[in-house]
């Protein structure tokens, strides 16, 4: 179902992956895109009692992707912005340029999950890491 994520359900805690390991789980929106759905199909699932977030490989998150911001420095979108299969309920955080930029929905919604998240950080962490 996802494409940079992968996301599991063990009684009662759902797991999810970044799978990016070979860029050290460097972000992009479709990563950003695929947590959010996984975090509101967590939170909606009365099994789940709580989330882990961790990074597959050595690192946990190494920050932005370097490649999409190369993209954007040369007038492009960033490139790799891959559209995917959003399910209909996922909320779509505001865009960049609203009221309050990214910290008017994309990062803080976590704080209005009513479960626990926590991150299990393994290795390295930086910039832009959930």
């Known amino acids: ?15 999810i992956t970044l799978n990016r390991p070979d860029s050290l789980n460097a972000w992009t929106d479709t990563m950003g895109r695929e947590i959010t759905d996984a975090v509101q199909r967590a939170a909606a699932d009365k099994s789940v009692v709580g989330i882990v977030v961790t990074g597959a490989g050595r690192a946990f998150c190494a920050g932005a992707d370097m490649n999409l ?7 492009g979108d960033g490139g790799g912005v891959a559209a995917t299969t959003e399910r209909a309920d996922t909320p779509k955080a505001e865009p ?14 976590l704080m209005t999950i009513d479960k626990p998240i926590i991150a299990a950080v393994n290795g390295a962490v930086a910039g832009m890491a959930y």
């Not at 179902?1 to 797991?15: F, H, K, S």
């Not at 911001?69 to 040369?74: P, V």
């Not at 960049?96 to 919604?109: M, Q, V």
Request: net charge negative; aromatic share 14%; proline share 8%.
């Open 69 to 75: 911001l190369r993209g954007i420095a040369a007038g």
């Open 1 to 15: 179902m996802y494409d940079e994520i992968l996301y599991e359900v063990n009684d009662p805690v759902a797991v």
């Open 96 to 109: 960049a340029d609203g009221p309050g930029g990214d910290f008017a929905g994309r990062f803080p919604y």
